[in-house]
């Protein structure tokens, strides 16, 4: 069969859902991983034919595209920070605003490097670790920090441990649960992407993250909906070090209220900034332990 006809077949079946141009990205990403081919191949060699097994490759993804599953979970795989990162239905896709929360620990880590005169590595503790993108990513760009992942998920831990292996860096991962946190340990920096979209929040989301992304790492009731924020900020209260960094990734809707949770545990230099689309997406808190100025 013509790989040109298959794409036919793809607008046919999948524009009226998705839209043409977001059709043509899917068929590419599906060209470069399967036939390991560059997507303009096809416009270069409008006869291209592929043997049966591609055909049910290429329908098997239609199928499930159909269904509004995620093209990262179609393809097994998804791109955070210029790293490869596994994912399945058990772990939330790696967004580009969480990108940006990650650089601005980053750039925040240099000069906190420089004020540790004692030769200790930074140790940062990432909750709710998920596939691990943020924990791996901090890893990869800070080898010289000791990074920690939790999740309360062994299927999610399970993914982040390959994540760890496949990016070739070492991060440690505990199997807890955030409002039991038993770690002994004190930290520079805790960051976390928690759950924080409100379940009334749910009409205006898109059908793919609904039907397939886990539901235990995205919504929270509306009458409590910085449950997690909190537990996180008592836990960070006991084991950040003095002048230590929490990082959280925030509801656009609650950056009020997130700033003013900080603001009641004792946070200082507390900073919000926006996502790549505008939205206010993430929170910083500095905390000074009583006494110490």
């Not at 990869?140 to 760890?164: C, F, Q, W």
Request: with cysteine; proline share 5%.
């Amino acid at each position: 069969m013509l790989l040109r006809e298959v794409k036919s077949v793809f607008h046919r079946e999948l524009d009226a859902s998705y839209g043409r141009d977001e059709v043509n990205s899917f068929f590419g990403m599906l060209i470069e991983q399967h036939l390991n081919l560059q997507r303009f191949v096809l416009a270069l060699t409008p006869e291209l034919t592929i043997d049966k097994e591609s055909e049910t490759f290429f329908f098997q993804a239609l199928s499930r595209l159909r269904l509004h599953e995620p093209i990262q979970y179609i393809l097994g795989s998804t791109h955070f920070m210029d790293l490869e990162f596994l994912v399945n239905e058990h772990v939330l896709i790696p967004r580009p605003e969480t990108e940006d929360l990650v650089r601005w620990i980053l750039s925040e880590t240099s000069p906190l490097n420089d004020q540790l005169s004692n030769g200790e590595p930074i140790k940062i503790l990432d909750l709710g670790t998920g596939s691990g993108c943020i924990a791996i990513a901090l890893a990869k760009h800070l080898p010289r920090t000791m990074v920690y992942g939790i999740d309360v998920s062994k299927k999610a831990l399970e993914m982040a441990k390959k994540n760890a292996k496949r990016n070739g860096v070492k991060v440690t991962f505990f199997e807890q649960d955030i409002f039991k946190l038993q770690l002994e340990d004190h930290f520079d920096i805790i960051v976390s992407n928690p759950p924080y979209v409100r379940e009334s929040e749910k009409e205006g989301m898109n059908a793919n993250v609904l039907q397939n992304e886990p539901e235990m790492a995205l919504f929270v009731p509306d009458g409590n909906p910085l449950l997690f924020y909190r537990a996180i900020a008592e836990f960070a209260v006991e084991r950040l070090k003095p002048f230590g960094s929490l990082f959280f990734e925030i509801n656009q809707y609650l950056a009020v209220e997130t700033e003013q949770l900080l603001h009641d545990h004792n946070f200082s230099e507390i900073e919000h900034r926006k996502d790549l689309f505008g939205n206010d997406r993430m929170v910083k808190g500095t905390f000074t332990r009583p006494g110490l100025k």
